[in-house]
Each structure stands twice: as C-alpha cells, then as structure tokens.
C-alpha cells in the first residue's frame, strides 16, 4: 500500500494556502443550458430555471428545444412532458396614433420592453432528438488509466452509464452517470473523476452508510464533496493514476487542491475531519488484501 498521509498532508496545505486557481472541469463539452437548435446559451434567470429542472429530472443533456423547434426538424415532444417557461425582454419599437415610430428629441426611435415567454423542453423529453455526444477535444486517453477505471467498476459492480455532460452519483438509483471517456482532456482526468463519483458512491446506506448520501441534507453535502474528492486522490495514488509524488504542482494536484479549497471554505479543520473517512472510501474500493479464491 502507498503511504498517502504526506501527499494528503501536501494537499491540504495547498487547499489552505489560497493559491489555488478556480476549479476546472476536466473534460470538455457546455455545461449550460443552451439552445439545441440555435445553440445560443440561455440567460439571467433562465440560466437558473433551466439548470434546476435538468438536475430536478436527472436529464442527462442541458440542451433545450420549443414544441415547435422540434417539430421543425422531425422530431416529437413525448405526450405529457412537461414544458419550463423562459422569458426574454424584446424591445419593440414604440408607435404613436397614426402607427409611425415615435422619434425622441435626438432623432432616434424610442422603444419599449416587453416580456416575451417560450415553452421548453429538455431534448431528454423529445423522441426522435437524441442528446448530442460532448465533442472529442482531448489528446487521447491513456488507455491504462481508463482499464483500471473499468475493472474497479466491474469489481464493485457499479452501475453506470456514460453520456451527457455531467458526472453525478444519483443516491435514489444508485447509479453513476460520467461523460464518455473521449470527452476527458486524458485518462488521468477520466479515472480521478470516475474515482470521486465511486467515492460518493460508497456512502450509500448498505455500504458506508454516509450522512451526506443517507440524509443527503445541504450541511453534510459540503462534507460529502470533501470526503469523494480526497477518496478519489487516495485511490487514484493507490492506483498509481497520474500522480508523481514529487510533482505537486501537476495539475491534477492543483485541481484536487482548488476543489477542496472551494468546498471547505478555507475550514481546514473540516478537510482534516473528512481525511479519515475518506481513507475508509478508497480502503472500500480497494481493498488492500484480495480475498483468497474458494476452490469449488
Ligand atoms: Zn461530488
């Protein structure tokens, strides 16, 4: 087994130090809601209504169509899905009595807002339009990495599924959901993400049996985020998944240390509380003495 304590030790100082940088999603493809059609991004309290409502109905795809948008192009809004209302402020030339366009004192036309309303869908509710699969930027995956990723799930018998462009362990299922692999910038990023959600993942009632998955209450979340992402720095060292012990300055290091950083809130204490908790996680995923086999 790995020593961890030092390099856990080097990244709660680095999460105290306020030096990271913001935390980056290691792979690619829009987070935002957007429209599938025009593919412009939603706006102001839409951005809001839209991000709620895909999380709310778990859609795998933050990409968003009207009725009519989908009939255009084929495809048919299933009966009895429900519609989210987006709103734009249209400016509309104001007119006077005789219909001509008002002109102020500068010799520009005077307008007026108004409230415009759509319907939406989410493409998740739509036959015939299927989530688009996040685009291929990365520059090849370390094909090591991702193995060791895939046989740790198969071990465990993980239920999982890939697409979207979110990653999340969904407690009422008890299913994770990643990008596809390809949509990672490389294997490293892929097996710390993939690691944070089987950290979560181990929190459930019948495993470790974790407040922040059981109760899943928005004080012990915080907590929760703290003890995925150091399980996943754990057992990707055990793993020996992209981590160079003398390099802390790599940038799955700084990133690991951002995250900690942001879901902390500079309480240091609280990360050193989630340390033990977290060495159980990866201790669940993997176990330091394989079982001997039984000889039938
Ligand atoms: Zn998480």
Redesign the pocket.
């Known amino acids: 087994m790995v020593n961890t304590s030092r390099l856990i030790e080097n990244l709660i100082t680095l999460a105290a130090s306020g030096q990271t940088a913001p935390w980056q999603r290691p792979w690619s493809g829009g987070d935002s809601p957007r429209n599938r059609v025009t593919g412009r991004k939603y706006s102001g309290g839409n951005v809001l209504n839209l991000a709620w409502a895909q999380t709310l109905h778990d859609y795998p795809t933050s990409e968003w169509m009207t009725y009519k948008q989908a009939a255009e192009t084929g495809a048919q809004v299933r009966r009895g899905e429900k519609s989210q209302l987006i709103e734009f402020w249209k400016m509309i030339p104001r007119k006077d009595a005789s219909g001509d366009v008002q002109i102020d004192g500068a010799g520009n036309p005077c307008y007026r807002p108004m409230l415009t309303c759509f319907h939406v869908f989410n493409v998740a509710q739509i036959d015939g339009a299927e989530p688009q699969q996040t685009t291929l930027t990365g520059p090849g995956l370390d094909d090591q990495a991702v193995q060791a990723i895939n046989d740790l799930y198969q071990r465990h018998g993980i239920t999982w599924a890939a697409g979207g462009d979110r990653a999340y362990y969904r407690p009422a299922t008890d299913e994770i959901r990643l990008p596809v692999s390809e949509a990672f910038k490389d294997g490293t990023a892929y097996a710390t993400t993939a690691l944070?959600e089987a950290g979560?993942w181990t929190g459930a009632a019948h495993r470790l049996a974790r407040d922040g998955i059981v109760k899943g209450t928005q004080d012990n979340y915080a907590f929760e985020?703290l003890v995925?992402e150091l399980t996943a720095f754990i057992a990707a060292t055990e793993l020996g998944i992209g981590y160079d012990p003398q390099a802390n300055g790599s940038f799955e290091m700084l990133n690991h240390g951002a995250y900690l950083a942001g879901w902390s809130q500079g309480n240091i204490e609280r990360l050193r509380q989630a340390v033990p908790a977290a060495q159980k996680a990866a201790k669940y995923l993997i176990p330091t003495e394989t079982p001997a086999r039984v000889a039938i």
């Open positions: 944070h979560h985020e995925a």
